[in-house]
């Protein structure tokens, strides 16, 4: 089982608090499968919290697309002061965040509409897990992100195919982080974010 990573008191009982209910609505709602529940923690929680050390201080905007049962924006929410927009289509999942982050006293906003329409405003940190290949985030998160803001996305052992993929549609400045939760992980750090020109239309 993967250590928890140090957090404060006041960051553990959120998300103690969060796990308690996430456990409680699962049991209607699949938020998390049922096989990963004992490694809630670990698996789920802790992989999300890696995030929330690259949040630069100071009440950073931050969207995170596809949010689910809530990995990784709303624990990013229990662990920063990032201003946090969570979007969510699936209506049911979005009532869920919507109530953790109330009974876990944190601030977020929640979107329940698709990404393609979704209507919130630029931020500094685009923010996915376990939601699409990079092409397809980045497609989305560049509505998001603010002309000078990064995007953070954890991804598997595919990560590098992803990118090679990505290019041949986006120049981007890539930092590759190390997942200290999965062997086979990456976090992504994507800045200067640009969609390659279309040399036909030169």
Request: glycine content about 6%; charged content about 25%.
């Amino acid at each position: 089982m993967t250590d928890m990573p140090d957090v404060s008191r006041e960051t553990h009982d959120r998300l103690e608090r969060y796990a308690d209910i996430l456990l409680r609505w699962n049991q209607r709602i699949n938020l998390v499968s049922p096989h990963d529940l004992p490694h809630l923690w670990s698996r789920h929680i802790a992989d999300s919290l890696q995030l929330a050390r690259l949040i630069p201080s100071g009440s950073t905007s931050l969207v995170d697309m596809g949010s689910g049962g809530g990995f990784p924006g709303l624990v990013i929410a229990c662990a920063t002061d990032a201003r946090v927009t969570l979007i969510e289509s699936d209506q049911r999942k979005a009532a869920f965040l919507r109530e953790a982050a109330r009974v876990a006293g944190v601030q977020v906003r929640v979107c329940a509409q698709r990404l393609e329409v979704a209507d919130v405003p630029p931020a500094q940190v685009v923010t996915a897990r376990a939601l699409a290949p990079l092409s397809r985030l980045l497609e989305w998160g560049t509505r998001f992100l603010q002309p000078d803001g990064f995007c953070l996305f954890l991804k598997g052992r595919n990560a590098e195919d992803e990118l090679t993929t990505a290019s041949a549609d986006w120049h981007m400045a890539t930092t590759r982080i190390p997942s200290r939760t999965n062997t086979d992980g990456v976090i992504l750090e994507l800045s200067d974010i640009r969609r390659v020109r279309d040399h036909n239309n030169e």
